[in-house]
């Protein structure tokens, strides 16, 4: 039996192109125009930035845990959240989540071991890039890290907030990406995460300076696995 997958949403641009992912994918398991059955639920954009601007990360959790409960109630069988950023409030209600969660940085950690990269850029908003939420799932699978300095995150954070969630893309945002990635490459690391849902929509393989672990992709596609596999665990 293929499964019903929950998405916890955050940002429209980043859960969209979860959706469109698995959507687009589904047919090479499940034949011409198949998918697993998707639901998807997120509150106002803004709910989630008034708790980001004053760190409220339980209130973070309460909105994530809210979506969670709405779709445990139509049925879905387990969940995703492709935001990286409020990954960081998991903890304060993973105890009571309805469902299953499948963490999209340990999605990511285990890719990086399966490429044998040693030593990764991490790229996200600033509460992403400060926080544990990718260097714990790392450290714990031997990956080194390298974090943005102070001014890179001020300006990537404007970038993601400011742009790309209200899907504004501009060259000048993926040129200094691309100096930010250059950087790392130079400091040793041999590719980059794109912590942010958002960003694989201006920088990817195709025009990075550094391999890329698309964290949006890369759970779009654990969840599809998991989802054909009839396995919500």
Not at 145 to 167: H, K, Q, S, T, Y
Request: charged share 20%.
């Amino acid at each position: 039996m293929t499964l019903h997958i929950g998405i916890v949403a955050c940002s429209s641009e980043g859960a969209a192109l979860c959706y469109r992912t698995i959507c687009a994918e589904g047919a090479q398991f499940l034949g011409a125009h198949g998918h697993p059955e998707i639901s998807m639920h997120t509150p106002p954009l803004a709910e989630y930035v008034k708790c980001l601007d004053r760190d409220d990360w339980r209130g973070v959790g309460e909105l994530m845990l809210a979506s969670a409960q709405k779709l445990a109630a139509i049925g879905a069988d387990f969940l995703i959240c492709p935001d990286n950023t409020i990954h960081q409030a998991l903890p304060h209600i993973e105890m009571r989540l309805p469902l299953p969660w499948l963490h999209i940085a340990e999605i990511a950690a285990s890719e990086a071991v399966a490429r044998s990269y040693r030593r990764l850029g991490l790229l996200g908003t600033r509460w992403l890039v400060e926080s544990e939420v990718y260097p714990e799932k790392l450290r714990a699978k031997g990956v080194a890290f390298l974090r943005p300095g102070v001014d890179e995150r001020a300006e990537i954070n404007r970038i993601i907030m400011d742009e790309l969630v209200c899907a504004v893309f501009k060259p000048g945002a993926t040129a200094y990406l691309q100096r930010v990635i250059a950087r790392m490459k130079n400091e040793g690391c041999e590719a980059v995460v794109l912590g942010c849902t958002e960003l694989p929509l201006i920088i990817g393989d195709s025009n990075s300076p550094l391999p890329t672990l698309d964290s949006t992709c890369l759970l779009a596609r654990a969840a599809l696995r998991r989802a054909v596999e009839g396995n919500p665990n």
